[in-house]
């Protein structure tokens, strides 16, 4: 560490002093043995250490507010390096291997983000923000982004719009880090089309398990790229990847329509995600759908113009389970003359309740981040910062009237404890690469569904009991289900998770992470 004043290094030697007698009170609740206490004191990084108690208390926790594992420290790196420094000392440095997870926002439900008694990185302190962003044009890719591992999407947005660009494929929300999402899928209304995140990725900058510093694409270092996308942050932590991106819209006709009828929804859904590819102007940019039940209703209503909430709500209460198909169609000047016509055109054999297709014409960056209206809001109620025990999960198309008639009907409407949104919505296995370490049915297509719950703190084991049953549903009557943003410690159930992935997953972790040190709290090699 560069000492340029006499000032600062006395400031050094105070906090080190102060740090160490923190340290040492955090030691003796801990595991951490006294020479590794030392060992991290000495290395070059230690000013960026902290492990005072505000510091530890919010990186032992996450969006989900259910799981809890107190880290010994968290590192606040300020350049790469530091996170280097960092990996190579628990790799072959220190006296016993200490565990490290890279954290985003923290906005994981179960304790993926969380390391006990190790270091959590605070991947958004090495902040640049926007200038984190470059866009660039080759003829063989095309305009893409180089984006840092920690930034948001809604910054790589904002910096794309800049140059008239922007990625093709999203996430409903927004304010979640590219790092973090690769390390899962990145999935939303457009992964039919474009495929999931994962998919749209043409090379990335990894900090491995061994504290190497990698590029890796499709031509580079292959395994660790392939590993690394969906690979729940086992491999090494993204600091670059470089982002496909297309020409951006202006704006968003933004369309739901209602359906009594589950087999004439999914039959809908199901085909409006086959026309991609085919006719240019009949092909949409975004399908989802949701679950209308009366216990929710706060979740959906407010799309819906006033004077039709009463006739909607007494549709659903007459049904008690209604859905919605969500659509949207990306426009700009060029376009804006046709775009209801072609609208028109995608949408007229559809079989909804006639009198409710409702249509808004959205900015596009209003559209893309939609739900931030919806956090600012539940913020303000004091709603957000609550247990979500969330479950998510992909089911093959072939059983999803199955699971409609087993879970939603007979779980859900029954339990009648779900509040949260229900969002349910078919995407293309086509467009998911089966090197990457994501995990998908084997079905051509198959739903993505997910029980957004939230939940007081008090109540939050009533909704992961039904979620439970869910699972138990699934597994007694065969619905070979994949978790997304998966929820398990066993081998066993990490092998059925990953299946014939499985031996290449825990190859890869023996070249590029062999000491388990990396996103212990995934529980996957690292079982407590
Ligand atoms: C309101 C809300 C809406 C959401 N909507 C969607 C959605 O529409 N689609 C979707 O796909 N997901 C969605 N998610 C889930 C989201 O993708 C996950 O929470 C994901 O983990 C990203 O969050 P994060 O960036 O805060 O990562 P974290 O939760 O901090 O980390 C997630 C995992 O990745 C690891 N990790 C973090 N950064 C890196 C890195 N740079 N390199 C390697 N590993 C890293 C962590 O160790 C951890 O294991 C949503 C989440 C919320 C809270
Ligand atoms: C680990 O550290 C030892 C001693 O400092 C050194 O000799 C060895 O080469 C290092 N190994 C690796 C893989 O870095
Ligand atoms: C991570 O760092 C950012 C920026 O320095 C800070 O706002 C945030 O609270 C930190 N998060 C945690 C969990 O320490
Ligand atoms: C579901 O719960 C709500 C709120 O507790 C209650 O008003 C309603 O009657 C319940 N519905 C059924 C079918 O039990
Ligand atoms: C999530 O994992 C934890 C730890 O294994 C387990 O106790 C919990 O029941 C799981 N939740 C669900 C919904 O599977």
């Given at each position: ?308 909430h009463p006739w909607l709500m007494s549709l659903v209460i007459e049904h008690e ?11 700009d000047g060029r376009t804006q003359s046709t775009v209801d016509k072609d609208l ?185």
């Amino acid at each position: 560490m560069a000492q340029k004043h006499p000032m600062a290094s006395r400031c050094m030697i105070i906090a080190l002093v102060v740090m160490s007698t923190l340290l040492s009170m955090v030691c003796q609740s801990r595991l951490l043995t006294d020479s590794l206490y030392h060992e991290l004191l000495s290395l070059p990084i230690a000013g960026h250490l902290h492990v005072d108690p505000e510091s530890i208390s919010a990186a032992s926790i996450n969006y989900g507010l259910i799981v809890q594992e107190i880290p010994a420290a968290v590192l606040r790196p300020s350049r790469l390096e530091d996170i280097v420094t960092l990996v190579a000392f628990a790799y072959n440095g220190s006296s016993i291997p200490l565990t490290i997870s890279a954290r985003g926002c923290g906005h994981s439900v179960r304790g993926q983000d969380l390391a006990r008694d190790g270091v959590v990185v605070n991947m958004t302190s090495l902040g640049n923000e926007r200038q984190g962003t470059t866009v660039s044009w080759s003829q063989s890719l095309g305009h893409y982004a180089d984006v840092n591992g920690q930034q948001l999407w809604i910054d790589v947005l904002e910096e794309t719009l800049k140059h008239g660009v922007a990625p093709v494929s999203w996430t409903d929300y927004l304010y979640l880090t590219v790092g973090g999402t690769l390390s899962n899928a990145g999935i939303s209304g457009e992964t039919f089309r474009h495929g999931p995140q994962i998919s749209n990725v043409h090379e990335m900058d990894v900090i491995t398990g061994t504290g190497h510093f990698l590029t890796c694409s499709s031509q580079k270092n292959p395994e660790l790229f392939y590993s690394v996308l969906g690979g729940l942050g086992q491999f090494g932590i993204i600091t670059r990847a470089r982002i496909a991106l297309g020409r951006a819209p202006e704006r968003a006709k933004w369309v739901r329509m209602i359906y009594s009828d589950f087999s004439a929804f999914t039959t809908d859904q199901e085909q409006l995600i086959s026309r991609h590819g085919r006719d240019r102007d009949e092909e949409l940019d975004y399908v989802e759908g949701f679950l209308l039940m009366r216990r929710n209703s706060d979740t959906w209503i407010s799309f819906f113009p006033p004077s039709d909430h009463p006739w909607l709500m007494s549709l659903v209460i007459e049904h008690e389970l209604l859905y919605c198909i969500e659509v949207a169609k990306y426009f700009d000047g060029r376009t804006q003359s046709t775009v209801d016509k072609d609208l028109e055109m995608t949408l007229k054999d559809l079989s909804h309740v006639p009198e409710f297709l409702h249509q808004k014409d959205v900015a596009y960056v209003d559209f893309l981040n939609r739900v931030r209206v919806g956090e600012l809001e539940l913020r303000r109620q004091g709603l957000w910062n609550v247990p979500h025990p969330w479950l998510n999960l992909f089911v093959p198309k072939s059983r999803i009237a199955d699971f409609n008639t087993g879970v939603f009907k007979n779980i859900v409407l029954k339990k009648n404890i779900t509040t949260g949104l229900v969002i349910i919505y078919p995407m293309n296995n086509d467009k998911w690469d089966a090197r990457m370490s994501a995990v998908v049915p084997d079905e051509d297509v198959f739903y993505a569904v997910g029980f957004l719950h939230s939940s007081g703190f008090e109540d939050w084991q009533e909704f992961d009991l039904q979620n439970k049953e869910v699972l138990l549903f699934c597994e007694d009557n065969g619905i070979k289900v994949k978790q997304y943003l998966p929820n398990y410690s066993t081998e066993r159930e990490w092998m059925q998770h990953f299946g014939p992935k499985w031996r290449t997953f825990q190859e890869s972790k023996a070249q590029f992470d062999p000491k388990m040190l990396l996103s212990p709290g995934q529980r996957i090699f690292n079982h407590n």
